[in-house]
C-alpha cells in the first residue's frame, strides 16, 4: 500500500499572485499527474510526468508549470491566480502501464480572492 | 479525438432499487482500458471497477460493469442501491497510445434516497 499527500488543503490567494502545489507519493510510482476538478468538467488534465524531471502537458496547462524535483514529488505552480477562480486540484499517480490504476491524493482547494 | 460521455449529470434513486449510469466513448484505439472512480463527500477519487476484456462482467462491492467495444459501452449498474452509494462517479478511458492519460466523462452525481 501507499499513500499521497497534497499540501496544502486549502490556498487562499490574491488575482495575480503565484501559487506553488505539492503532491508526494511513497508507492514509488513512475507516473504522476495533476488534475483540476470543477464541477460537471469532470477531471482535467493538467500536466503528467512519467518520471524524474520529465514533463508532459495536458489539456489544461496553460496558466499553470509543474516540477518533478524527484521520483516522489510533484508540484504545480499557477502563474498567475485569477480573480474569483475556485477549484480543486488534484495529484495522481501509477505504475507505467496503461492497465495501471491511478491513485489520487485528497486535493488542495483553491480559493482566490 | 478520444472522449468518454456521462450523459446524466445527476442520477435519484430510491434506497433498494437498482441503479444504472451511462457511459460511452469514442475512440480509434483497438487496446483500451476503462476505469469507474468513485469519490465521498470530501475524499479523493478511487477505482471502483476496471476492465480492458470485451464482454466480461466485472463486479466490486455490489457494483458490474461489462466493457462493450460493439456499442462503445461501459455503463455502471447495481441491483440494489445503498445510502452508502451516494457519491460522484466518474467513467475513464485509457488508451495504448503511450502516454499514461486518462480520459474522464463529466461524472454523475447519485443520490440514493430512504
Known amino acids: 500500500g501507499g499513500i499521497i499527500t497534497q499540501t496544502p488543503k486549502f490556498l487562499i490567494g490574491q488575482e495575480g499572485q503565484k501559487l506553488t502545489l505539492k503532491c508526494q507519493q511513497n508507492?514509488?510510482?513512475?507516473?504522476m499527474y495533476w488534475y483540476r476538478q470543477d464541477s460537471g468538467k469532470g477531471l482535467r488534465l493538467i500536466y503528467y510526468?512519467?518520471?524524474?524531471?520529465?514533463?508532459q502537458k495536458g489539456d489544461l496547462s496553460e496558466g499553470y508549470d509543474a516540477s518533478r524535483e524527484k521520483k516522489s514529488s510533484f508540484s504545480l505552480t499557477v502563474t498567475s491566480a485569477q480573480k474569483n477562480e475556485m477549484a480543486v486540484f488534484l495529484c495522481a499517480s501509477s505504475r507505467d502501464s496503461y492497465q495501471d490504476t491511478q491513485y489520487f491524493g485528497p486535493g488542495t482547494r483553491l480559493l482566490v480572492l | 479525438g478520444d472522449s468518454v460521455t456521462q450523459t446524466e449529470g445527476l442520477v435519484t434513486v430510491t434506497e433498494g432499487l437498482p441503479v444504472k449510469l451511462n457511459c460511452t466513448y469514442q475512440?480509434?484505439?483497438?487496446?483500451?482500458?476503462f476505469f469507474w472512480y468513485v469519490q465521498y463527500l470530501n475524499e479523493a477519487p478511487q477505482v471502483l471497477l476496471k476492465?480492458?476484456?470485451?464482454?466480461k462482467r466485472t463486479e466490486h462491492q455490489g457494483f458490474h460493469a461489462t466493457l462493450h467495444k460493439s456499442s462503445s459501452s461501459f455503463h455502471l449498474q447495481k441491483s440494489s442501491a445503498q445510502l452508502s452509494d451516494s457519491a460522484l462517479y466518474y467513467c475513464a478511458l485509457r488508451v495504448s497510445s503511450g502516454s499514461w492519460q486518462l480520459i474522464f466523462g463529466s461524472g454523475t452525481q447519485l443520490t440514493v434516497m430512504p
Open positions: 510526468s512519467i518520471t524524474e524531471n520529465d514533463l
Open positions: 475512440t480509434t484505439y483497438l487496446t483500451i482500458a
Open positions: 508507492f514509488n510510482h513512475d507516473t
Open positions: 476492465s480492458s476484456t470485451d464482454n
